[in-house]
């Protein structure tokens, strides 16, 4: 069974960067015609997508976070990562990592039916 | 960006009853839509997809309808366990985008 697992700190300052890996087991992240996203969500709040990468490195990014958003991968570690600077605390969210399911009817980026268990991040002093 | 719209924003209905949630796309996404159930301090599950198909596992109770702008998702009878907040999601576009979601309450 494909299980995901967030990791990284819980707090960050206002301006420093957000780092968050997401480490898959039960399944490759190399398996052909998947991507790998990110989705957060603010405290009582609705699901944004952050951005989507293919292990070979392609990566899709959200107009709105694009320019502070880098999406990783290291397929020996069979993990992939996201990278968020200049953080504000409208950052603070909880951060879910997600396969997204096989590309399908001219689209990579479909339906997410994997997800982990997400983590919360503070951005605060 | 494709803006979608849920309402009502928080149904309340009895277990047993029926209960209807829309979503309304901005412009027309075909049937690019998928529906998720997520539960207090839990991930987002997969139930409906391609707005009518079911995810395997998922109960008959659930389903989806819809093309174009307007979409349903409903649930026949419900269920105590179906106490959530539902999302629908379109990938005709990016950046993908996700309505609102709609709790769904017990009265």
């Known amino acids: 069974q494909l299980q995901l697992q967030e990791s990284g700190p819980g707090l960050v300052k206002p301006s420093e960067t957000l780092s968050l890996t997401c480490t898959v087991s039960g399944g490759s992240i190399s398996s052909p015609n998947y991507f790998w996203g990110w989705i957060r969500q603010p405290p009582g709040k609705g699901l944004e997508w952050i951005g989507s990468l293919y292990y070979s490195g392609s990566a899709y990014y959200s107009p709105s976070l694009k320019s502070r958003v880098t999406i990783s991968v290291d397929t020996s570690k069979n993990q992939f990562s996201l990278r968020l600077s200049s953080v504000t605390a409208t950052d603070t969210a909880v951060y879910y990592c997600?396969?997204?399911?096989?590309?399908?009817?001219?689209?990579?980026?479909?339906?997410?039916?994997?997800w982990g268990q997400g983590t919360l991040v503070t951005v605060s002093s | 960006d494709i803006q979608m719209t849920q309402s009502p924003s928080s149904p309340s209905a009895s277990v047993g009853d029926r209960v209807t949630i829309t979503c309304q796309a901005s412009?027309?996404?075909?049937?690019?839509l998928n529906w998720y159930q997520q539960k207090p301090g839990k991930a987002p599950k997969l139930l409906i997809y391609?707005?009518?198909n079911l995810e395997t596992g998922v109960p008959s109770r659930f389903s989806g309808n819809g093309s174009g702008t307007d979409f349903t998702f409903s649930i026949s009878s419900l269920q105590p366990e179906d106490i959530a907040t539902y999302f629908c999601?379109?990938?005709?576009?990016?950046?993908?985008?996700f309505g609102g979601g709609t709790k769904v309450e017990i009265k």
């Open positions: 391609d707005a009518s």
């Open positions: 412009q027309d996404i075909t049937n690019y």
């Open positions: 999601q379109q990938y005709d576009n990016l950046p993908l985008t």
């Open positions: 997600a396969r997204h399911g096989p590309a399908r009817r001219g689209r990579s980026l479909t339906l997410f039916n994997y």
